[in-house]
């Protein structure tokens, strides 16, 4: 199979592949998102804001639950920086992948920040159709495309609070995990099957017994489990 190789045709794949289900996935999920800030008592700017700077819903669902219950700003902060460190190991694994050499300190951050959970594994499934050095050009085009439905979700979702029922909120939100679980499934390899298979099969028991700390668990344990299957399983087939 020949690499897409024209800047043009990888704008447009990156594009296509966006509106396929992530952009308007994310644009539902964030709808919700900007329905509960509206109800906790933010400003519609203060919500673009987030979505835009924490890029990350478990963070910025703890922004808006620490908030309603009082908590200092850097209460929140920690929180939130603690909610997205799940960032790090991704950003460290997925960057090199772009093959870009002797770039800064500012633009490798600036590509971080835009980095998710739905464009790191729609780019992971992704980039083996694209040469290597026009996978940085998917990679920006097909997170902006995704970050603009996002705020463009997030402000709509806050006007229009008053005419979204509480469940429809909650399963609003429910849609990007559900979403990044089926892309997920579809990558190569056995180390990302086996994590989701093994983290669903322990986060019922993890949230009945230690319900604060049940995804910490879930993240672990499954992640660790499928690391190790993984490469036993590899290296036995390799035999």
């Not at 490798?108 to 980039?127: G, K, P, T, V, Y």
């Not at 040469?131 to 998917?138: A, D, M, N, S, V």
């Not at 463009?152 to 849609?175: K, S, W």
Request: charged residues 10%; contains cysteine.
């Amino acid at each position: 199979m020949s690499l897409i190789g024209d800047r043009t045709q990888v704008v447009r794949k990156a594009i296509v592949d966006s509106l396929s289900l992530p952009a308007f996935i994310l644009f539902f999920t964030m709808m919700g998102f900007g329905s509960l800030m509206q109800n906790a008592g933010f400003g519609a700017d203060m919500a673009a804001v987030a979505t835009l700077l924490i890029w990350g819903l478990p963070g910025q669902l703890a922004m808006v639950e620490l908030s309603a219950t009082g908590q200092g700003v850097i209460a929140i902060v920690f929180a939130c920086s603690l909610a997205n460190a799940r960032f790090m190991p991704m950003v460290v694994a997925f960057l090199p992948a772009m093959a870009r050499a002797g770039v800064s300190l500012p633009r490798q951050l600036l590509d971080a920040q835009m980095l998710s959970i739905n464009s790191w594994a729609m780019c992971l499934r992704e980039f083996p159709k694209v040469e290597p050095e026009y996978r940085h050009l998917y990679y920006v085009t097909f997170a902006s495309s995704i970050l603009a439905a996002a705020v463009i979700g997030t402000l709509l979702g806050y006007y229009g609070a008053v005419i979204l029922p509480a469940v429809l909120v909650l399963g609003l939100i429910f849609t990007s995990p559900l979403f990044f679980a089926l892309v997920l499934s579809s990558t190569p390899g056995y180390a990302e099957r086996l994590s989701m298979l093994t983290g669903c099969a322990i986060v019922p028991l993890a949230h009945h017994y230690l319900p604060s700390v049940d995804l910490l668990i879930t993240g672990l344990a499954g992640g660790s489990f499928g690391f190790v299957a993984a490469r036993f399983w590899g290296t036995a087939d390799d035999d």
